[in-house]
């Protein structure tokens, strides 16, 4: 009898696992570890790379240096989220992009569910922000409140890592285990997704199952998870907004920006 590698499956009619099935979860695993250990803005803000990069940045940069962790984390986010996924569909599994949610899909069918999404998180947020937890915890970067460069090199950077997010969990992961799973792979993509916000204030971490849930629905319904990103970062701005006027004032926080 030849050796048969895969154990029996559990249903005589279950598929077989499959090449792309294999590629996509074998590198959502590798990323994520990679991310945490190497990702994140406190592994740069203990390396030795914090004092290197500010000094190829030079003096003028300097009234920077605590900023520099956050602008990493955004860029880490575009390399290991967005630019490895997008070399392995493109050079490995050999498929277009746009089969895996590079699309941007302008008609108001597709925008209106993000659009509602973002209505109904304005008073949630609101809301949240009267919390001493999410107060302890947003912005990350505490010296966004001084506004300018402080505010926007945060915020634009920031806004890569929403990218990243977006483009990891609901384009990769998600389209990826598509095929597969079908609309189950929502369900798979929202568990990592999920463990991402561990750490973060209770509240947040139980809404990121709705949150997961549903941006994967809207995903695979529009065959993109471009507008995701624009629905992650709009709310995110608006948490910090909406904290640091509660901390200084709307109008004060709204000159500092603009």
Do not use: N
């Amino acid at each position: 009898m030849p050796f048969d590698p895969l154990p029996p499956a559990a249903d005589p009619g279950a598929p077989r696992l499959d090449r792309r099935t294999v590629v996509v979860l074998l590198t959502a695993v590798v990323l994520l570890i990679v991310f945490e250990y190497w990702g994140l803005a406190d592994w740069f803000r203990t390396s030795m790379w914090h004092e290197r990069v500010a000094g190829w940045l030079g003096d003028g940069y300097r009234p920077y240096f605590d900023l520099l962790p956050y602008q990493y984390w955004g860029v880490a986010s575009l390399l290991i989220r967005v630019l490895i996924p997008f070399g392995v569909v493109a050079f490995v599994l050999r498929e277009p992009l746009r089969e895996w949610g590079w699309r941007v899909k302008p008609h108001w069918r597709d925008v209106k569910p993000y659009v509602l999404f973002l209505a109904a998180m304005i008073p949630i947020v609101t809301v949240m922000s009267l919390m001493g937890s999410f107060q302890a915890k947003y912005p990350f970067y505490e010296g966004a409140v001084a506004g300018g460069w402080h505010f926007w090199g945060y915020q634009l950077l920031y806004g890569l890592q929403f990218l990243g997010v977006e483009a990891f969990f609901r384009g990769f992961v998600l389209f990826g285990l598509e095929r597969r799973f079908g609309w189950y792979a929502i369900g798979i993509s929202t568990i990592p997704y999920v463990m991402i916000h561990f750490g973060k204030p209770m509240p947040e971490t139980f809404a990121a199952i709705v949150a997961g849930c549903l941006l994967g629905w809207m995903a695979l319904r529009t065959r993109s998870f471009l507008w995701g990103v624009a629905l992650h970062w709009s709310v995110a701005l608006l948490m910090d907004i909406t904290v640091m006027s509660r901390e200084i004032g709307l109008v004060r926080i709204l000159g500092r920006i603009f």
